[in-house]
């Protein structure tokens, strides 16, 4: 099973700055098989990410992902109030099983 | 528009049984694989099981197996996730997912308690 370590567990920015969110892999992750998501509390998580760099339908190009391997990066360009949520990582490139990483949690500096 | 809705959660009694579903509407059910995953109070995503589009492959996860049987209906458009013997720990709010380059549709959840 891959495992999914995410870092910061917290990040404490202030709308406009630029977010930097980590995903590493306990092996490679095959073909890029990487997704991000968003969750605000209460809602489902919200796909923005799918094969470590392409937006999902409907999100914002603020929004970018980038890696290959084992490490994997998730990099909000300036923050809009809405961000604030917490994003987890997802490998679904090694099945079984699909993993997920334990999550960041942005919240507002 | 996607839409998936779950149904069938509520407050069980440790030992007991619940039998969630999912009815997917606005895309072609029978070609997706299908998921529940399932989230704790204040924890992160676990993926519980998934079953591909002709179930011929399930996947449960350790922690619910020989518990937990997944299965669906394509032409009812429905997902199920019976789940027996539950146990205080399979207290969470569980989603159904539909895998399409990740996870790319979810249900709104819905939450299962196991309490005396």
């Known amino acids: 099973e891959i495992v999914l370590t995410q870092s910061p567990g917290t990040l404490s920015l202030s709308p406009g700055e630029r977010a930097t969110l980590s995903c590493r892999a306990s092996?490679?992750?095959?073909?890029?098989?990487l997704g991000w998501y968003q969750q605000k509390p209460g809602q489902a998580p919200r796909l923005l990410i799918y094969?470590?760099?392409s937006r999902a339908t409907g999100i914002p190009d603020r929004f970018s992902g980038s890696g290959s391997g084992t490490d994997f990066t998730l990099t909000i360009s300036r923050l809009e109030p809405e961000d604030f949520a917490v994003y987890y990582c997802q490998q679904y490139g090694s099945s079984p099983p699909v993993t997920f990483g334990q999550g960041t949690k942005l919240e507002i500096k | 528009e996607v839409q998936l809705v779950e149904s069938g959660g509520g407050l069980v009694k440790p030992g007991g049984s619940l039998r969630l579903s999912c009815a997917a509407s606005g895309f072609t059910f029978s070609t997706y694989s299908m998921n529940w995953v399932r989230q704790a109070p204040g924890k992160g995503l676990e993926l519980v099981s998934s079953?591909?589009?002709?179930?011929?492959?399930?996947y449960y996860a350790n922690s619910v197996k020989g518990r937990f049987t997944i299965s669906r209906d394509n032409a009812e458009n429905s997902l199920y996730l019976q789940m027996n013997s539950l146990r205080a720990e399979d207290t969470a709010v569980y989603y159904c997912?539909?895998?399409?380059?990740?996870?790319?549709?979810w249900g709104q959840g819905t939450l299962v308690t196991v309490s005396s």
């Open positions: 094969g470590a760099s």
């Open positions: 092996q490679s992750v095959s073909s890029s098989y």
């Open positions: 079953i591909t589009s002709s179930s011929s492959y399930i």
């Open positions: 997912a539909c895998s399409d380059g990740g996870y790319r549709y």
